[in-house]
């Protein structure tokens, strides 16, 4: 989903095969990539972040818009990463987040008036391989203890 021809290419099958209407649009491409510093990145990690979880957004909303009537949805996933600048060595993963939450509170404005909704999820921290990497025990205890359930999120 980081190539326009790409996304062009779906949405294209799938008008063919469902119909020229959309009526839902989740966007939940994306991921972590792996824990860097700021220190430890260069410009293509950082950009290769921003097109896996940012640029998809873009890219297949605005490929998928055309086709939305009134009463559509977009929902998109952000994450608390992007509320909270993440953790450590999450700079990149949480700044293509927050800039999904500013993405989606603008296209709320811009495509409200033709009664379109668009939200973002922004769920907290799930129990992944990820976590169990590159998340510290500690941390996991610290995040879980300070949701309403006491855990962490499952799949």
């Known amino acids: 989903m980081t190539k ?4 062009d290419r779906l949405i ?7 119909g020229e209407t959309i009526d839902v649009l989740v966007n939940n491409a994306g991921g972590l990539v792996t824990s860097k510093t700021l220190a430890e990145m260069d410009a293509a990690f950082f950009d290769k ?5 940012l640029n998809t957004t873009f890219l297949v909303t605005q490929a998928v818009l055309p086709h939305m009537k009134s009463g559509a949805s977009i929902v998109n996933i952000a994450s608390q990463a992007g509320r909270d600048g993440g953790g450590g060595g999450f700079i990149a993963y949480a700044t293509s987040k927050g800039a999904i939450m500013a993405f989606t509170r603008g296209l709320a404005k811009e495509v409200g008036p033709r009664n379109i909704r668009v939200n973002a999820l922004c769920p907290g921290m799930f129990a992944t391989t990820f976590h169990d990497t590159f998340t510290t025990d500690e941390v996991q205890e610290k ?8 855990r962490e999120g499952s799949a």
């Open 4 to 7: 326009k021809a790409e996304v």
């Open 12 to 18: 294209k099958e799938t008008i063919s095969n469902y």
């Open 49 to 53: 972040v921003i097109k896996l979880n």
């Open 143 to 150: 995040v879980a203890g300070i949701t309403p359930l006491r």
